[in-house]
């Protein structure tokens, strides 16, 4: 999962999302892993992390998104929760209306 992008993810960001999705990182990766519901899930979950990930430079090197790849990453990763059956990309979609008596 941590070669999806050259972003520096967190390890423990990629261990809770591997957690999720019952993967074990220590697995060696298979073809049949790569093509599966658990992995592809996890890669969606990066995805949309690396969507609002801040801008970093580290040791050097700079890491930043545009607007555009961000919003790539984002309809990459819905893409890969509709293909796979899993709603938890639109857990991330913020809700505005009224509510209560008082403005």
């Known amino acids: 999962m941590k070669g999806l992008n050259s972003y520096p993810v967190p390890l423990r960001t990629l261990v809770e999302t591997a957690e999720k999705r019952g993967l ?8 049949e892993i790569l093509k599966g ?15 609002f990930a801040p801008d970093v430079s580290q040791g050097g090197q700079s890491y930043s998104f545009t607007d555009e790849q961000r ?3 984002r309809n990459h990763a819905k893409a890969l929760y ?13 809700i505005y209306g009224y509510k209560g008596s008082r403005l």
């Open 24 to 31: 074990n990182l220590d697995t060696e990766t298979t073809a």
């Open 37 to 51: 519901k658990a992995y592809n899930l996890a890669a969606a979950d990066v995805f949309l992390w690396l969507s």
């Open 71 to 73: 919003t790539q990453l």
């Open 82 to 94: 509709k293909d796979f059956d899993d709603d938890s990309g639109s857990a991330n979609k913020p």
